[in-house]
C-alpha cells in the first residue's frame, strides 16, 4: 500500500497507520480524507493484517481537517440554487462522515496511539477507534466549537458512549483541552503515558497480543461490541446467539482447545 498522506506497512499481522503530513501537524485535506477511508476498506479485507494500529508522524497526533479544505466549502456558494448549495453541502459532510465509519466498520481492532495534538477531526477519528492511548502531553479538544461550527462528523454522536454526557458538553461547548492524565482518568483514553516510547512500547504490545488470538473470534467480538452499543442487551444475546451457531464448530476453536491441552502456543489461520 503506497499513499502520499500516509504510512501503511504490516508487520507480524499488525498493520500500523500514520498520517503523513508533519507539515501541517498531520492535518487532512480532500486527498488524506480520500486515503483514509480506502486504507480501512482495504485493510478491512486483508487477511494478514489482524489489528491495526493508528499513529502521527512528527510532532502531533492530528489536527483535523485542514482549513484549506473547511474553507474550500466556500464553492457550494457558487450554486445559484439554493437547494442546490444544500445538496452539495449534505454530500460533503456525508462524505466526511463515511471516512470515520470506514475506522469503526473495519473487521480489525483499531488501537489508537495520540501524542501531542488530538484536534476536532482528530477526536472524531479517535472516537470510531475501539481502544484509545496517550501521551500526558496529548490534549484533545472539540475544536469545532470556536470555528463557528456544529461538530458533524461523529464526536457528537459517539463521545457520549465513550464518557459521561456531561463532560462530553462540557468539552463541546468550551472547546477547553483535556490533557493526557485528565483523559485517563475520565475514561477518554485506556492509559496515559510519560513519554511517546513508552506508548509506542506498550501500545505494540498489545497489538501483538491481540494478533495471536484467532482472527475468528477476534472479528466476531469486535461485531458484537458495536452491535450492543446501539441496541438492547435482549436484541444483542439474540445477535450473538446466531453468530455463534454459525462460527463456534471452527477450526480455530480445536486449534485453541488442543493448544490449552498441550500446553503450547496455538497457532491460527488468518
Not at 102 to 131: F, Q, S, W, Y
Not at 193 to 207: D, H, I, K, N, P
Not at 208 to 221: D, F, W
Amino acid at each position: 500500500m503506497e499513499y502520499t498522506s500516509f504510512k501503511v506497512e504490516i508487520t507480524d499481522h499488525v498493520a500500523r497507520v500514520s498520517f503523513n503530513r508533519p507539515e501541517k501537524a498531520n492535518s487532512l485535506h480532500m486527498t488524506a480524507w480520500e486515503e483514509m477511508q480506502a486504507i480501512f476498506e482495504e485493510l478491512h479485507v486483508t487477511p494478514e493484517a489482524r489489528v491495526i494500529v493508528l499513529t502521527g508522524e512528527g510532532k502531533n497526533f492530528c489536527a483535523g481537517i485542514d482549513l484549506a479544505t473547511l474553507m474550500d466549502m466556500q464553492r457550494f456558494g457558487g450554486k445559484k440554487c439554493d437547494g442546490r448549495k444544500r445538496e452539495y453541502l449534505r454530500q460533503f459532510i456525508l462524505k466526511l462522515q463515511g471516512t470515520i465509519t470506514a475506522i469503526e466498520k473495519c473487521r480489525k481492532p483499531v488501537l489508537a496511539a495520540i501524542h501531542r495534538a488530538c484536534i476536532g477531526g482528530g477526536v472524531d477519528i479517535v472516537t470510531a477507534c475501539d481502544m484509545r492511548y496517550c501521551t500526558d502531553d496529548a490534549y484533545f479538544t472539540i475544536k469545532e466549537v470556536d470555528l463557528g461550527l456544529v461538530a458533524d462528523i461523529g464526536t457528537l454522536q459517539r463521545l457520549p458512549t465513550i464518557l459521561n454526557p456531561g463532560l462530553v458538553a462540557e468539552m463541546a461547548y468550551t472547546g477547553r483541552k483535556v490533557l493526557g492524565q485528565e483523559a485517563e482518568k475520565i475514561g477518554l483514553v485506556n492509559q496515559s503515558f510519560e513519554s511517546q516510547e513508552a506508548m509506542m512500547e506498550r501500545v505494540m504490545e498489545l497489538a501483538k497480543m491481540i494478533a495471536a488470538k484467532s482472527p475468528l473470534v477476534v472479528r466476531g467480538t469486535k461485531e458484537m461490541l458495536l452491535y450492543k452499543r446501539d441496541r438492547s442487551v435482549e436484541d444483542a444475546l439474540d445477535h450473538v446467539a446466531t453468530w455463534n451457531a454459525a462460527m463456534l464448530m471452527s477450526d480455530d476453536l480445536m486449534e485453541a482447545f488442543q493448544a490449552s491441552m498441550q500446553k503450547k502456543v496455538p497457532v491460527f489461520e488468518n
